[in-house]
């Protein structure tokens, strides 16, 4: 029973990991500067997981862990706005390349995997209960 609320745990914690990257990627979304205040436009990241060996379940389930947070090698769109600061010779500046509607996308699925693994932690809760009072 244990190791069932290990592999929810492990999956809730590499979830939140993966909605901490979404919610900074939304955030940045039009941040054409970099922490050192140069004219270089945010770089999205992205939260790829990968098996975790050392949490299993009797029945041979595994936990999950976040194998990387990885930056977005997809070039900055480039906006004319000659009249921005930060625009080059040209005039375009240049804006992260996030796209609104896929980060929607996946914070909806990280946040229904992250519910369906709070319901398991609920059922196996319960499960634990109950088998208590069967045995009290």
């Known amino acids: 029973m244990f190791s069932a609320l290990d592999v929810s745990t492990s999956a809730l914690v590499a979830q939140r990991t993966r909605l901490d990257a979404i919610s900074s990627n939304l955030a940045n979304m039009s941040t054409t500067r970099n922490e050192h205040g140069e004219a270089e436009p945010y770089t999205p990241r ?6 975790d060996t050392t949490v299993t379940t009797s029945s041979g389930g595994q936990g999950v862990r976040v ?70």
Do not use: C
Request: aromatic residues 10%.
């Open 46 to 51: 992205y939260v790829t997981f990968q098996t």
């Open 67 to 136: 194998a990387s947070v990885e930056y977005s090698k997809v070039e900055p769109k480039l906006k004319l706005e000659p009249g921005h600061p930060d625009a080059n010779a040209d005039g375009y500046v240049a804006y992260p390349n996030v796209d609104m509607t896929t980060e929607f996308v996946d914070a909806l699925a990280a946040t229904r995997a992250y519910e369906a693994n709070i319901g398991v932690i609920e059922i196996t809760k319960d499960l634990g209960q109950r088998t208590l009072q069967i045995l009290a």
